[in-house]
């Protein structure tokens, strides 16, 4: 039988091109899992300075989640978040998106890659921080905050991201509390504001005040009008329209509202709209600090505001005014958040030690019978005969006494104290200087609160869980002896430090910066790169 068959030249080229096409298509394979494995090795290189960042990976078998066309979605939804940092009040330049873009779209090798990958990563996980729980470390700024600031884990964060719609994931990062919401609806109003030429020339030095004329009022009625206090007018007199205006002016920055234009009103109302920007930055930068639930019911003391505030659900119950610590060093009102349990009904005063050493002690030198109303006790809280004691023998150091004042009208506690157990030895409390509540700064005390109305306050606290509360803290206030009374259900405090806040309906609040702790707050923002900017709409 014969076979034909192909030529044997025609058959080995195509064996050849067979086995070519073979080979091709595994160096091609070889040559991509080496890229792959290249991309691995140098996002573990990158990543093995930051722990988190390395079990991360670690556990992802060093697999990227930003360089891949998969990936765009994610990439994007993070480029967005950092081109709108400077809203949230960071550092605009520090999450700039258009230098990270570049170095993305520059990187060509598998090195390169895996360094942009890891490096991406970390930008994330520093704006989550930023955003979420602040810039600065409170306490680093001032020793007397003292916040706890609820960081969030870095690893449990970038875990959660990968698992969730990234531009939902960012959205939620900020402060959801509605402070914040209005303050940065605020701060981008005012760097529009400022975009537009701000308010216009400061109102010249000098008293003003109903009936006044010329060009001084002229200037304080446009400054007004540029505020948003006052309706456009022609009018070139102090006329019944302006004082209303001032006396809403007045009212929104917690002075005293006479419609007068004096040298404190006058201050405060030359005070720039950057400065104003800065207090706005400053407050949104302590809302991360508090980033988390106030409790459905609190009690809120702005120092600044020299208020006391029971607020339920969100909404405020009852308000008093307060006298805060003066503005001395060792006076100081620190902040911090703490829980409320009882009231001490017609308390003693346990007079601190820092007050005996320092302000009694060189009284008792002088006169043993100075600060008569206070009883000098022993380590064992015997009475100790003032007579039969050499005060001039002793320091600060070594005075072996304590000294207390009893239950009275006249005890420096007044006849309540609000007891929320802190190392500070911080609480709120009534006072029989009375007269201090009618100024318009109210900065005198040691450190603790004082309340100018401590039984209302009390009346309000009780309300949920007597039915009288008035008749069951008048009757044990008629003994005239120390009573302790449990709160059923502990009320957290915060004390803060707000000199710019929000009304859900009203005008920006503005308050005077007591202590100069918005200052020193906003310094350190600017050396991390925040900056007021001007912002067209």
Not at 3 to 29: C, D, E, Q, Y
Not at 185 to 195: D, G, N, T, V, W
Not at 511 to 530: C, F, K, T
């Amino acid at each position: 039988m014969l076979i034909k068959s192909m030529p044997l030249g025609a058959n080995m080229a195509r064996a050849w091109l067979v086995v070519s096409a073979f080979f091709m298509t595994l160096f091609a394979a070889s040559v991509a899992q080496a890229q792959v494995t290249d991309f691995r090795q140098a996002v573990a290189q990158a990543a093995a300075s930051d722990e988190d960042i390395a079990a991360f990976y670690r556990e992802r078998n060093f697999e990227g989640i930003w360089s891949t066309g998969a990936d765009r979605r994610r990439r994007n939804a993070l480029m967005a978040a950092f081109a709108a940092a400077g809203d949230h009040g960071l550092p605009a330049d520090r999450y700039n998106p258009e230098p990270l873009m570049a170095r993305l779209q520059a990187a060509r090798t598998p090195l390169e890659q895996g360094r942009a990958e890891v490096e991406l990563t970390r930008m994330f996980l520093d704006y989550a921080r930023d955003v979420q729980t602040g810039i600065l470390v409170p306490s680093r700024v001032d020793s007397n905050i003292h916040r706890q600031v609820p960081y969030r884990s870095r690893l449990t964060t970038i875990r959660s991201f990968v698992q969730s719609r990234p531009d939902a994931f960012l959205r939620a990062l900020p402060p959801s509390s509605p402070e914040y919401t209005r303050l940065m609806r605020e701060k981008i109003a005012m760097e529009r504001l400022l975009a537009d030429g701000g308010w216009g020339p400061a109102v010249p030095a000098g008293k003003l005040e109903a009936g006044s004329t010329g060009n001084r009022v002229i200037a304080l009625r446009n400054r007004l009008i540029a505020m948003g206090f006052l309706e456009r007018t022609n009018t070139q007199t102090y006329d019944a329209a302006i004082v209303n205006a001032v006396q809403r002016f007045q009212q929104a920055h917690g002075l005293a509202i006479d419609g007068t234009v004096g040298q404190g009103t006058l201050r405060e109302i030359n005070v720039s709209p950057e400065a104003r920007l800065q207090s706005i930055i400053v407050a949104m930068e302590r809302e991360r600090w508090n980033n988390r639930p106030r409790g459905t019911r609190h009690i809120w003391v702005n120092l600044t505001d020299f208020t006391a505030k029971i607020v339920d659900n969100d909404v405020v119950t009852f308000e008093t005014r307060s006298v805060i610590g003066a503005n001395h060093r060792d006076r100081v009102s620190p902040e911090f958040s703490d829980v409320m349990e009882f009231m001490v009904i017609n308390p003693s005063w346990y007079v601190p030690r820092s007050i005996i050493t320092k302000e009694y002690l060189p009284q008792l030198q002088r006169n043993p019978n100075a600060v008569s109303q206070l009883q000098i006790t022993d380590s064992r809280g015997r009475t100790v005969n003032r007579g039969s004691v050499d005060f001039t023998q002793y320091t600060e150091a070594n005075f072996p006494f304590s000294m207390r004042q009893p239950p009275s009208r006249g005890n420096a506690l007044g006849l309540v104290k609000f007891m929320f157990p802190n190392r500070y030895n911080i609480y709120l409390h009534d006072t029989p200087a009375k007269s201090l509540f009618g100024r318009e700064t109210r900065a005198y005390s040691h450190g603790c609160i004082r309340l100018a109305d401590p039984f209302d306050f009390a009346y309000a606290l009780l309300a949920r869980q007597v039915s009288n509360p008035e008749e069951f803290f008048q009757s044990r206030l008629s003994t005239g002896r120390e009573q302790r009374v449990d709160l059923n259900d502990p009320v957290p405090v915060h004390l803060v430090y707000r000199t710019a806040f929000t009304k859900p309906e009203g005008r920006m609040q503005y308050r005077r910066d007591v202590y100069g702790r918005d200052a020193r707050i906003w310094n350190a923002l600017a050396r991390e790169g925040v900056a007021v900017r001007a912002v067209r709409g």
